[in-house]
């Protein structure tokens, strides 16, 4: 078991910033890659970025790229994800998932989740 607790969420204006940490709990921490997943109100769970365990593979879906910066530090057995330039479309409850295998967008591939936290942009 992978515990997973995701923090730094909130209600921010357009063009702010927010910076999400998914905090795992155990010495493992550095097997796994990190998948960030959001859902939106009334859509489909999606991927978002992901990292792989040494943080040499990193992925973007096409909408965040240039603004969101995903990273991990395994000595704190911590991922990040920094968002900037943030839009009303991005408001969601962002997730972290770990996939004791290779980073993917594929949901079903990942073994652990958090429990989500909500990132709300106004305009």
């Known amino acids: 078991q992978v515990p997973l607790v995701e923090s730094g969420g909130g209600l921010v204006q357009a063009g702010g910033s927010l910076r999400l940490s998914c905090a795992a709990s155990g010495r493992t921490f550095g097997v796994y890659a990190i998948g960030w997943f959001r859902q939106a109100p009334g859509k489909e769970r999606e991927f978002v970025s992901g990292?792989?365990?040494?943080?040499?593979?990193?992925f973007y879906i096409d909408s965040v790229k240039s603004r969101f910066t995903v990273s991990r530090d395994n000595a704190k057995n911590t991922a990040y994800l920094e968002m900037n330039s943030l839009k009303p479309e991005d408001t969601a409850v962002y997730y972290c998932?770990?996939?004791?295998?290779?980073?993917?967008?594929?949901?079903?591939?990942?073994?652990?989740w958090g429990q989500g936290t909500q990132v709300t942009v106004s305009l």
């Open positions: 990292i792989s365990r040494n943080g040499d593979s990193i």
């Open positions: 998932a770990a996939n004791g295998r290779m980073v993917s967008a594929v949901q079903r591939d990942y073994d652990y």
